[in-house]
Structures are given as structure tokens and as C-alpha cells.
């Protein structure tokens, strides 16, 4: 009875350690590449690029040119949702991409963008066809 019970705990021992190890595996795995945007697997993001003010913009775009921002930014395979430039900030865009790319489009902003601008990070979700159906039902009550 003994040996049974001590098999059975070394066996479910091992089975925690391998869930553990293939967990972490997964959570440090690259992203696939050129993985498209699925309903299923999409995200939104909004990413907004303060600039520095205390810099001339001239400045700011020679030193994004240099740490390559404007050739890797964005990647090949995310979609833009929307660019735009917010007077006073900076650049607000907001990008539909697989989840399994989020670290991918973090480190290229991190290596190109950082310095001219400071980052702010929105997990995002299109709310227009929903506000505008209340807004129509309302006004026409």
C-alpha cells in the first residue's frame, strides 16, 4: 500500500513539474510570424507617443529616422486602425494585431520610439456600432 502511494505522488510530482516547465515554454516561445488578425485572436491597442517638448520636432524626427522607428513601425502584418496626431501630445495610434505578437510591437517601440517619445499602452475594443445603435434608439424616442 505503501510503495502504491509513493508511486502515485512521484508520478503526480512529475506531471506538475512538466505542466510547469511547458508553461513556462509557452510564456517565453517567439511569436509566430506573420500571423494574421483572426476574430479569434485579434487585440486592439492604443499606443500613445508623447513627445518630448522640450526638443525641436526636427530633432525628435532625426533621432526616430536613426533608431530606425520609421522603417520598423509599424510591422509588417499589424493593421492601423487609426493615426492620428494629437496637438499638444504627440501621436495617438491604434493597431488591431494577434495577441501573440503584443510582445513583438512592444519591443519594436521600446528600441525605436523611446527617447523623442514617451509611451502610454490601451488595451482597446470598437464601441461605434454599439454607441451609435443606443444614440439612434434614443433619439428616435
Known amino acids: 500500500m505503501r510503495s502504491v502511494r509513493a508511486?502515485?505522488?512521484?508520478?503526480?510530482?512529475?506531471?506538475?513539474?512538466?505542466?510547469?516547465?511547458?508553461?513556462?515554454?509557452a510564456q517565453t516561445a517567439p511569436p509566430p510570424e506573420n500571423?494574421?488578425?483572426?476574430?479569434?485572436?485579434?487585440?486592439?491597442?492604443?499606443?500613445?507617443?508623447?513627445?518630448?517638448?522640450?526638443r525641436p520636432l526636427s530633432e525628435l524626427?532625426?533621432?526616430?529616422?536613426?533608431?530606425g522607428y520609421y522603417k520598423s513601425f509599424p510591422p509588417a502584418?499589424?493593421?492601423?486602425?487609426?493615426?492620428?496626431?494629437?496637438?499638444?501630445?504627440?501621436q495617438v495610434v491604434t493597431l488591431?494585431?494577434?495577441a501573440s505578437r503584443l510582445r513583438e510591437v512592444n519591443r519594436i517601440i521600446e528600441d525605436s520610439?523611446?527617447?523623442?517619445?514617451?509611451t502610454e499602452f490601451y488595451p482597446t475594443y470598437d464601441y461605434k456600432?454599439?454607441?451609435?445603435?443606443?444614440?439612434?434608439?434614443?433619439?428616435?424616442?
Open 96 to 98: 488591431r494585431l494577434p
Open 35 to 54: 500571423v494574421a488578425p483572426t476574430a479569434d485572436n485579434a487585440v486592439m491597442l492604443t499606443v500613445f507617443f508623447k513627445h518630448d517638448q522640450s
Open 7 to 25: 508511486t502515485l505522488t512521484m508520478a503526480a510530482l512529475l506531471a506538475g513539474a512538466l505542466a510547469i516547465k511547458s508553461a513556462a515554454i
Open 113 to 118: 520610439a523611446w527617447g523623442p517619445y514617451r
Open 61 to 67: 524626427n532625426a533621432q526616430l529616422e536613426k533608431q
Open 129 to 141: 456600432a454599439v454607441g451609435m445603435a443606443r444614440h439612434d434608439k434614443a433619439a428616435s424616442n
Open 77 to 90: 502584418g499589424v493593421e492601423v486602425v487609426s493615426w492620428y496626431v494629437m496637438m499638444g501630445v504627440g
